[in-house]
């Protein structure tokens, strides 16, 4: 088969700005700072200049290679900041990468954020035109698939309403169908599937196992190991920029879920991240006298404790719990509509607020897990609030058989045997 993606020493650097300590500044302190620099620029013309104590440089890519060949179903993984994202900027030519060759054989559909490549402005048919035309597909071409789209969509009743008034769930069912649907040679999709409902997650895989069977090629990234396992035969596990590994997903993906239960702690604290609205600061993992733990015994509760910060109100908060095996299998999904009367997430106050989720005693079987969280809202313009990922692990021990050995399965149940009387 043909390589369609070659990616040779790829590498990509931002500048990150810092505050400096002072407070205020005047104005004649700005113009004395300039006065001064120029005049040691002209007495001293070629003397190197010095570093900016308020700037960093950042790789978030760092000599990536790798190639893909034709019908290929890639899967990309790795923890918050390893460089996912920008890889896939770079690869579908929003962003420009600071050194090194892509070449690209065929035509990039993409869906890395919610209503990507959609204008606001237009309706829901008119974008799907617009889409199309950016792939550069005829209007004949376009009108072939446009049914297909609308029914996959499932936004019929809307397909003449500008998509600034669509909720995100709508955004993202036409972003994909649109994606999907437009046959790209080449289809990437970013973490955007990872919150939503469940049918539309399970219609989205099936739809693009359809499109990897018809050999067009796939990337995807997702912090969702299952999905990841189930979907691709191919994956490439970015750390801090640079590939830690790359072959069959089976071999890859346990060796960074092994890696991740063993490099995780049971408390996680984020640092200050002012462009979210809504952030994910501290993540605690408590036994049932309200100590921090790691290990726990399937006999006792494990406390799920963590603080949100809310910087400004926001309608439609929801938040994501997700409990992994380290071979990838979700073993258990929580989100804060389980709760039993209303979405206690939904319009948090501004300030700190602190949530407890209790995963009950006898649930969860022998062995070590991960957690996954997220926050999502039902607001279009805010459908990722803050998704830090694999956040903690934990260890469970179950020595309740009288024969003293651990007991196996997904669950740790105890059922009730009784002698049945005739």
Known sequence: MSSVISVENLSKKYIIGHQKQERYTALRDVMANGARHLAQKLSHPFAEPQNDPTHEEFWALKDV????????????????????????????????????????????????????????ELTG????????????MSKVEIKKKFDEIVAFAEVEKFLDTPVKRYSSGMYVRLAFAVAAHLEPEILIVDEVLAVGDAQF?????????????????????????????????????????????IGQTVAVVNSYMLN????????????????????????????GEGNI?????????????????????LPGLYGYIGIFKPDGTQVLVSDSFDAATVNP??????????????????????????????????????????????????????????????RAGFFSTLLPWRKHEN
């Open 65 to 120: 290679s790798f190639d893909i060949q034709q019908g290929d179903r890639v899967g990309i993984i790795g923890r918050n900041g390893a460089g996912k994202s920008t890889l896939l900027k770079i690869l579908s030519r929003i962003t420009e990468p600071t050194s090194g060759k892509i070449a690209i054989k065929g035509r990039v559909a993409s869906l890395l954020e919610v209503g990507t490549g959609f204008h606001p």
């Open 293 to 313: 733990a790691q290990k726990f015994d399937c006999d006792n509760p494990i406390n799920i404790k963590f603080d949100i910060q809310v910087r400004k109100q």
């Open 125 to 136: 048919r008119e974008n799907i035109f617009l889409n199309g035309a950016i792939l550069g």
């Open 201 to 245: 997650q399970k219609k989205c895989l099936g739809k693009m196992e359809e499109v990897g069977k018809d050999g067009r090629t796939i990337l995807f990234v997702s912090h969702n190991m299952g999905v990841i396992s189930q979907l691709c035969s191919t994956c490439v596990w970015l750390d801090k920029g640079e590939i830690r590994d």
């Open 260 to 287: 991740g239960v063993s490099g995780l702690s049971s408390e996680m604290i984020f640092p200050d991240d002012s462009k979210k609205i809504v952030q994910l600061k501290k993540i605690s993992l408590l036994d």
């Open 345 to 406: 997430l939904d319009g948090l106050p501004v300030g700190m607020n602190t949530f407890i989720v209790a995963v009950p005693p006898r649930t969860l079987g022998h062995g070590d897990y991960m957690i996954h969280f997220s926050m999502a809202s039902t607001s279009a313009d805010n459908f990722h609030v803050d998704v830090p990922g694999i956040v903690c692990g934990f260890s469970l021990d179950d020595f309740t058989s009288k024969r003293g050995n651990q």
